[in-house]
């Protein structure tokens, strides 16, 4: 068995796959958020990842710590976040020097943020570990690699240019639905 395995089809949250970052003050990282949904997502090859990360850390059953963190956690607990409800969600990152590589379905590599955005979707590989560091324990997971499977709604809410705007010739000037007058400086109360 190994500790590396290749996720199913998830829906990308919080994609810091192109620069690392540093989250509260730690050492910047690429990381990624993965939301698989509850009803129709086999997670059975990240358990047995898992499993394989925690008995190469602690083979001994009977000295192995009770209460273990673990990566697969419940997207209910976070309503608060878009895309979370009635999905398992999983974090995945890797250090500074270990960037990922994020690519297409035929596997070119994608180099803008624009085109692997929060709200897409796609499938990576990960290697799952068993850490015991300041008190803390658990599994968690390294990210490799990413390939982008599809678009979808970004979760920003934010819209292309190509969708606010319609093309023009050269003569524009303005239009009135582009022009705005106030008569009323008293407008907004």
Known sequence: MSTKVKTPKFRVAFPKVFKAESFQNGAPKYSIVMLFPKDSTDLSALKEAMKEARDKKWPDANKRPKGLRNPIRDGDEKTELQGYAGNWFVFAS???????????????????????????????TLNAFAYDTAGNRGISFGLNNIQKLADGESFSGRTSAMDDFDAVDEDFNSSKSDSVVAEDDDFLN
């Open 94 to 124: 890797s250090p500074e020097d270990q960037k990922p590589q994020v690519v297409d379905q035929r596997l070119n590599v994608i180099t803008e943020q624009s085109d692997f955005y929060g709200g897409c979707y796609a499938r990576a």
